[in-house]
């Protein structure tokens, strides 16, 4: 099966900064990843798909990029409702595979 | 409007099966490219995709749990069982339902979640 990787594990911000969270596919999976916004004791939601195309309803700040072997998630403005967990996730052959998250804290 | 709710147990003994049940509104399973599938998440850890039914009952299953992992759909109560043989409290997590739409790669609408302890 595929593993997914993330990093960093953690990430300290301040509202108002850009952060970017990578995520490393353990093959090439073209661009079928998809990112997540997981707040406490909540179901994830989908943010982007297909790497790059932001869900209905995603504020415009978050974009995603990369193919193949790698992928970020860029938050340009980081606002309070942010601060969150962030997991990626592909799809091949049947399967699917999260990576190990990561938190981005209120620095 | 797409929902998803998971019911079940909140406690199970070790080596006792686990089922919990997945009922949906705002879709139908007998829609084509239609799927839901099962994710869980122990306290504090990732998520880890369990399991997948499709609308022509096509089933899909981790390698890692295939053994132990039954779905199962009923269409007309709009509901998708998850059944997982011999719990072990490493088997404690959040169970999630979710929804994928075509062309099934990602999840689009999740359950709220429910809660499964193993101990004795």
């Known amino acids: 099966d595929i593993q997914m990787t993330q990093s960093p594990s953690t990430l300290s911000a301040s509202v108002g900064d850009r952060v970017t969270i990578t995520c490393r596919a353990s093959?090439?999976?073209?661009?079928?990843l998809a990112w997540y916004q997981q707040k406490p004791g909540k179901a994830p939601k989908l943010l982007i798909y297909?790497?790059?195309t932001l869900e209905s309803g995603v504020p415009s700040r978050f974009s995603g990029s990369g193919s193949g072997t790698e992928f970020t998630l860029t938050i340009s403005s980081l606002q309070p409702d942010d601060f969150a967990t962030y997991y990626c996730?592909?799809?091949?052959?049947?399967?699917?595979?999260f990576g190990q998250g990561t938190k981005l804290e209120i620095k | 409007q797409v929902t998803l709710k998971e019911s079940g147990p909140a406690l199970v003994k070790p080596t006792q099966t686990l089922t919990l049940t997945c009922t949906f509104s705002?879709?139908?399973?007998?829609?084509?490219?239609?799927?839901v599938n099962w994710i869980r998440q122990p306290p504090g850890k990732a998520l880890e995709w369990l399991a997948r039914?499709?609308?022509?009952?096509?089933?899909f299953y981790s390698t890692s749990l295939r053994t132990r992992l039954t779905v199962s759909k009923d269409t007309s109560k709009n509901q998708v069982v998850l059944t997982m043989t011999n719990m072990d409290p490493v088997d404690t997590a959040t169970y999630y339902c979710?929804?994928?739409?075509?062309?099934?790669?990602?999840?689009?609408?999740w359950g709220q979640g429910a809660l499964v302890t193993v101990s004795s």
């Open positions: 039914i499709d609308w022509d009952d096509d089933k």
């Open positions: 297909d790497a790059s």
């Open positions: 996730q592909q799809f091949n052959s049947y399967k699917y595979t």
């Open positions: 093959q090439s999976i073209s661009t079928w």
């Open positions: 705002g879709f139908s399973l007998s829609t084509s490219a239609m799927r």
């Open positions: 979710a929804r994928t739409s075509p062309p099934g790669r990602y999840f689009d609408y």
